[in-house]
């Protein structure tokens, strides 16, 4: 077992805070001038601020989804959000060009020493920016692109503007509208056709400021016949108020390629986590999404896949980690729009205390279509009395040619198990741990090494202390 | 009898909503008891604000709301003339209609006031039939009776272009027993007007009530069934519900089971056809600790059919030892036909074993290739596949003759060679 005074500091791992000043503010609030403010800033085109302000007014006038989602949505103060912080613009290539204050902030966190070990590429974003970006030379020799968005839309136009808002248009609902308006940082990644990525890029996100909102845009374009890994890791420190991240993120699988999308998020409790997550797939292609939700107050993050392409194949591994104050609101949405396209949903989520879990899913198979095959399971632990957990999927299949089976279940960990293990000599904490590892262990085998370890201890954390 | 024809004031707002309407309504039914006629002036109030708000509701999710709107309809049946029944009032057995019951002893039904529907979804229909219900069938068992001889109730469609409304009222009181067989048809082609019947039951404790309910409506008519069943500590009630009439069919069934020791177990199925819309909505709560549910949906669609079900199963914090099942397999038989399953579970309580289950698949090619290897055409194979697909349904009748009619109205439905 880990010592305890090892997973003490592990613990704090995101929570400490540098003062850092800001060469680019846009103040406080949401109105035209920000939008303007923020696409000047960044020297953007005319037709990319006309997308940020159609999509301002969208957002005016959406209606929050409390209709069906939390209430606790109607906590944001959309007013007291300030929507960019940076201090550059572009971001650097190597660390030591990375200022100090942010250099901490990485270092403490362990992104370089992770870049030297096993990434391909490296992003590291600090509150609206990048603050470094980096990959191997190698790569950029093929013809991977793996940049920012401003960079991506200027420069590499004709691969990025063609899919820009096409798989998540901006009106989609609420928050992608908002991420539209205010966008910033975030990749845009084009691996070209046949090339396989040995090792995954990496993208960290983290949050220094308070009142702050974060909103990155990822495009990933799979060339025919290309494979990529992706995965993202997200902290900031706890502030006493509330604070934003509402990310878009798309991905594109052309003909035969396949993306692996993993995302580790371990927000703070004060952080509203409303991400728009949705992948098309080609003919061929494969998309994975493997999503991990352990921190914020509120994530609502429902990944999709869109199997436009005949054999297409979408899947969604997740699991969820609600503990006192947190609500996980998480799911799938698999749509198939081409015959012989294969899904499969796996969701786990285990409720601690007051925490609330929640599984909304999304089937749909339309009656022209042949052979369409999903599976759906989710299964959910609860540990204390008061923990809460829900399922609300929503299933449409027409005709006769497709099947889909969905199947969940709740559970607790039983006094036999508990009685078991303690017999065996471990604490009680000890031995909830071992069960609560033990429900999520075979979802945890499908990432990759590194943060399946790294799972395995965050879990052990959130569990210390909850049980007796 | 028919109550006289009321315009309708708005082109999608029904008559029912119009003032003079419900006045000279009322006006007829000035001989019911004070509690009665301020308990439907409540509720048409009621469903008057109701009006109007369009918002969405993810109740009625999946389902096309217009297709059950009451403004299809222009006129308000007589409902005592659909409502047929043995009349019983003997050994502890009371099976009356609520005209009748209100009649005799005015104040009897008093409790109408505090009782509730479903409420997943149909809140104008139930407020409806509290304003409208002319009539209903009232049981009551009496405690320690056991009555074996089950009862049949007959509820018929009024003609095309009426509404009637039903309210009905089964009380078990404690260690009673009762088998309860409820045939909602057409007599002939031209019923097919709109029945909407709401139904409240009470199982007292350690009472069992096994229902069995038989739709087979003609299939222009309009069926909305709201039922909502309170069960006590160590009851026990199963319902069967057979739907297989009408084009549009709204099913809210809910069972609170509100003691420890209740057990609720709901067992439907569907055959749709033609352009049949079926829409059940369940609800299994559980308020009281070791409470046991079980609910088992089961549709086999034809044609142009959509079914809809949507389930929740609602444990609370208190109700810890539930044990709590749903399962909904839907067989797909037709290239246009749709299924739309929404199971859902909320579960508060921690020592539960919550489960559900759905599934929506095609014939399975090998059985089918096995019946036509043995000469067997495939229509007939269909109807069979069918037939024993929906056979774990129809066994839980549990009543030889029942199960025969079943089997016989589902092949019924099947196209002859």
Wanted: with cysteine; hydrophobic share 35%; aromatic share 8%.
């Amino acid at each position: 077992m880990i010592s305890t005074n090892e997973i003490k500091i592990d613990r704090d791992k995101g929570d400490f805070h540098y003062e850092t000043n800001y060469a680019f503010d846009a103040g406080i609030g949401l109105n035209e001038e920000v939008v303007k403010y923020i696409s000047e800033v960044k020297n953007e085109d005319e037709w990319i601020l006309d997308f940020r302000l159609k999509a301002l007014s969208t957002f005016l006038r959406k209606p929050l989804p409390t209709h069906w989602g939390s209430k606790d949505l109607e906590s944001i103060d959309f007013d007291v959000i300030r929507y960019y912080l940076s201090k550059g613009q572009k971001p650097s290539r190597s660390w030591d060009e990375v200022p100090d204050d942010v250099k901490n902030t990485f270092d403490r966190l362990g992104i370089p020493e992770q870049e030297r070990k096993f990434l391909a590429g490296v992003e590291a974003q600090f509150d609206s920016e990048a603050a470094y970006s980096r990959m191997k030379k190698s790569l950029e020799e093929k013809g991977v692109l793996f940049v920012g968005p401003n960079e991506g839309l200027k420069d590499h136009p004709d691969i990025f503007k063609k899919w820009f808002g096409k798989v998540i248009p901006s009106s989609d609902n609420k928050f992608s509208a908002l991420n539209s308006a205010v966008f910033s940082g975030g990749s845009f990644i084009y691996v070209p056709p046949g090339l396989k990525l040995e090792q995954p890029l990496q993208a960290y996100f983290r949050i220094n400021a308070e009142n702050f909102g974060q909103f990155e845009r990822t495009l990933i374009i799979a060339d025919e016949g290309s494979e990529i890994t992706y995965m993202e890791g997200c902290t900031a420190p706890k502030f006493e108020t509330a604070t934003l991240h509402s990310a878009v993120v798309e991905l594109v699988a052309l003909k035969g390629s396949k993306i692996q999308y993993i995302t580790v998020q371990n927000w703070s409790n004060n952080v509203f986590n409303l991400v728009t997550k949705r992948a098309l797939a080609e003919e061929d292609a494969e998309v994975r999404w493997i999503d991990c939700n352990i921190g914020s107050r509120l994530t609502m993050k429902y990944p999709g896949v869109i199997l436009k392409g005949r054999r297409a194949r979408g899947e969604v591994l997740s699991i969820a980690l609600a503990n006192d104050g947190q609500h996980q609101d998480t799911g799938a949405k698999m749509v198939h729009a081409a015959s012989e396209t294969t899904s499969n949903v796996i969701s786990k989520s285990i409720s601690i205390g007051k925490g609330r879990s929640t599984y909304r899913g999304l089937i749909q198979m339309p009656g022209h279509l042949n052979h369409c095959r999903n599976n759906t399971e989710c299964d959910a632990l609860l540990i204390n009395n008061n923990s809460h957990t829900d399922t609300y999927p929503a299933i449409t299949v027409k005709g006769d040619h497709n099947s889909v089976q969905h199947e969940a279940s709740v559970s607790k960990v039983s006094a036999e198990q508990i009685f078991y293990l303690k017999q065996r000599g471990l604490s009680e904490s000890e031995a909830m741990s071992m069960c609560v590892n033990g429900f999520v262990n075979d979802l945890i085998r499908e990432f990759p090494m590194e943060y399946s370890v790294e799972l395995k201890r965050l879990i052990e954390l959130e569990m210390e202390g909850s049980v007796g | 009898m028919k109550t006289a024809l009321a315009p309708s004031s708005g082109t999608s707002k029904s008559f029912l909503g119009a003032n003079e309407f419900f006045s000279s309504f009322s006006d007829k039914k000035s001989w019911e008891p004070e509690w009665l006629s301020s308990h439907r002036k409540t509720n048409w109030n009621l469903y008057q604000s109701l009006s109007g708000t369009k918002s969405k509701d993810d109740r009625w999710r999946f389902s096309p709301r217009s297709r059950f709107s009451y403004s299809k309809v222009s006129r308000l049946s007589s409902s005592s003339s659909h409502l047929s029944f043995k009349a019983v009032d003997e050994s502890g057995v009371l099976v009356s209609s609520i005209e009748e019951v209100t009649r005799d002893q005015p104040d009897y039904l008093m409790n109408f006031q505090e009782l509730k529907g479903p409420e997943l979804g149909a809140q104008e229909s139930f407020l409806l039939a509290c304003a409208f219900a002319e009539n209903g069938f009232h049981i009551r068992v009496g405690r320690n009776v056991r009555h074996t001889e089950p009862i049949v109730i007959d509820h018929t469609s009024p003609r095309s272009d009426e509404v009637a409304f039903h309210r009905n009222l089964i009380v078990m009181e404690p260690n009673s027993e009762l088998i309860l067989i409820e045939r909602i048809s057409s007599g002939n082609h031209d019923e097919s007007g709109f029945l909407t019947n709401l139904t409240n039951v009470k199982v007292g404790n350690g009472a069992k009530l096994h229902r069995i309910l038989i739709q087979n409506l003609d299939l222009n008519s309009t069926f909305h069934n709201l039922e909502n069943f309170e069960i006590q500590r160590n009851s026990c009630l199963r319902n069967v519900s057979i739907q297989l009439g009408s084009a549009q069919a709204r099913i809210e069934t809910k069972g609170n089971l509100l003691e420890t020791g209740a057990n609720f177990e709901n067992y439907a199925l569907t055959l749709g056809k033609k352009d049949q819309l079926i829409d059940t909505r369940t609800m299994q709560h559980h308020l009281a600790s070791n409470g046991r549910s079980d609910l088992v949906c089961k549709n086999a669609l034809l044609d142009d059919s959509k079914i809809v079900f949507s389930g929740l199963i609602k444990v609370d914090e208190r109700a810890s030892f539930s044990d709590a099942l749903q399962t909904n397999r839907n067989l797909l038989m037709s290239s246009d036909c749709e299924a739309d399953s929404l199971p859902g579970l909320e579960i508060l309580a921690n020592e539960v074993k919550c489960s559900h289950g759905a599934t929506s698949s095609r014939v399975d090619d090998k059985e089918l290739f096995y019946f036509l290897s043995r000469g067997i055409h495939k229509s007939e194979s269909e109807k069979l596949i069918a037939l024993g697909f929906l056979d774990e349904i129809i066994q839980k009748i549990n009543l030889a003759d029942q199960i025969e009619i079943v089997r016989g109205l589902i092949s019924g439905s099947f196209p002859k060679n």
